[in-house]
């Protein structure tokens, strides 16, 4: 089935460490993003892709990498220099000129 | 900057009820505006999406309505059920942009039906 895979489900750093978080897409969209959800807050853009090769900064971007080498994946790098990173990550994707966006399953990352 | 706001935060109701859960927004220049529903520590699933020049759109035992000119939204739930239990988050994908993904979320609003 179509969809979107997001790895690991849960993950732990430990202080000064980077992870990177894993985002694949078996729906031919051009367009991904990245979101940090807060406990009992919305969603906020880190960082989005409308093309490959090519990404721009959300609302809070800092101390997050990202990069776009291939249609279907988009990793998210999470870097010692993102000051409290321990939150829920969402995926998302959306097709060339189209409205709907879909959502993976999410990824939990904890800071031990 | 957009801001948009969920009210209530949460919300506990017996099965069978209708309900109501209001957003509002601070920039009426939007493109479209999306209800989505997320359980426990899932992904997010959309629910209703409305354009702009819309007032309302329907699925099911949903409706949400638009007034965009004051900048609010609410979706109504008819005879709701325990399965209806979860989050429900309201986004704006604001005028002028190019990317039909660059949303704006409210807090969202925690339900709970019960038996």
């Known amino acids: 089935d179509g969809g979107i895979t997001q790895s690991p489900k849960y993950l732990f750093r430990k202080e000064g460490q980077n992870v990177t978080l894993s985002c694949e897409q078996n729906?031919?969209?051009?367009?991904m993003y990245w979101y940090r959800q807060d406990p009992g807050q919305g969603l906020r853009l880190i960082y989005y892709?409308?093309?490959?090769?090519?990404?721009q900064k959300g609302d809070i971007a800092e101390g997050y990498s990202v990069s776009r080498e291939k249609k279907e994946s988009f990793p998210l790098t999470v870097t010692s220099a993102q000051k409290n990173p321990t939150a829920f990550y969402l995926c998302?994707?959306?097709?060339?000129?189209?409205?709907?966006?879909?959502f993976g399953e999410g990824s939990w990352l904890t800071v031990v | 900057k957009q801001e948009v706001t969920q009210i209530p935060a949460a919300l506990s109701v017996p099965e069978g009820e209708n309900l109501v859960l209001n957003c509002s927004f601070t920039?009426?220049?939007?493109?479209?505006l999306q209800w989505f529903r997320q359980d426990p520590g899932k992904g997010l699933t959309s629910l209703l999406l409305?354009?702009?020049?819309?007032r309302e759109q329907t699925s099911g035992r949903l409706n949400a309505s638009l007034d965009k000119s004051s900048g609010r939204s609410t979706l109504y739930i008819a005879a709701s059920q325990p399965g209806d239990s979860a989050t429900y988050l309201c986004?704006?994908?604001?005028?002028?942009?190019?990317?039909?993904?660059?949303?704006?979320f409210g807090q969202g609003t925690i339900l709970t039906v019960h038996p």
């Open positions: 998302a994707s959306t097709r060339s000129g189209g409205n709907t966006i879909y």
């Open positions: 729906l031919n969209h051009d367009a």
């Open positions: 892709s409308q093309i490959v090769n090519d990404f």
């Open positions: 920039d009426s220049a939007i493109y479209n």
């Open positions: 409305i354009q702009s020049s819309q």
């Open positions: 986004a704006v994908l604001n005028a002028g942009g190019t990317s039909y993904g660059k949303l704006t």
